[in-house]
């Protein structure tokens, strides 16, 4: 279990990140845009976890586009790999360690919080958009 744990939590982010969005991400974006190379990431990397399902891959693949968004705000796979560990942390550690209701309960806190960061983001892009298209820059 502990190396479980270890693999979850340090190897499989680092490993994860630095081909997604180190080499798959950035390679992308360079032959097309942020966009594309982060639809094209996400959906690798959610196929890589095809393992546990098509749940499993689409969950992925939602977990890929929200790394490619933090890489590309970033600009650090450190900040991706630290967001990685913590939803492994989430998917294997807390797992195990609580009842099942108590796991959903965490996940959908969650899921909330980055429901109401997207849309916060949302509102400050649009907004700056707004601005900066009033003020004839564009």
Not at 1 to 26: H, M, N, S
Not at 93 to 99: A, K, S
Not at 108 to 131: D, S
Request: glycine share 6%; aromatic share 14%; charged share 15%.
């Amino acid at each position: 279990i502990i190396y479980e744990f270890i693999t979850a939590l340090i190897i499989a982010p680092i490993y994860e990140e630095l081909i997604f969005r180190g080499v798959i991400y950035d390679d992308t974006k360079k032959l097309f845009n942020a966009k594309i190379a982060s639809l094209v990431s996400s959906i690798l990397f959610g196929l890589m976890h095809f393992n546990g399902g098509y749940l499993q891959v689409t969950v992925t693949m939602l977990d890929g586009l929200l790394l490619a968004y933090c890489y590309e705000k970033t600009q650090s796979l450190y900040a991706c790999i630290l967001l990685h560990s913590l939803n492994n942390f989430m998917s294997v550690v807390i797992y195990r360690l609580l009842d099942w209701r108590a796991f959903v309960l965490l996940t959908l806190i969650c899921a909330f919080a980055c429901i109401i960061m997207l849309i916060a983001e949302g509102i400050r892009y649009f907004g700056r958009r707004k601005a900066v298209t009033e003020i004839g820059i564009n």
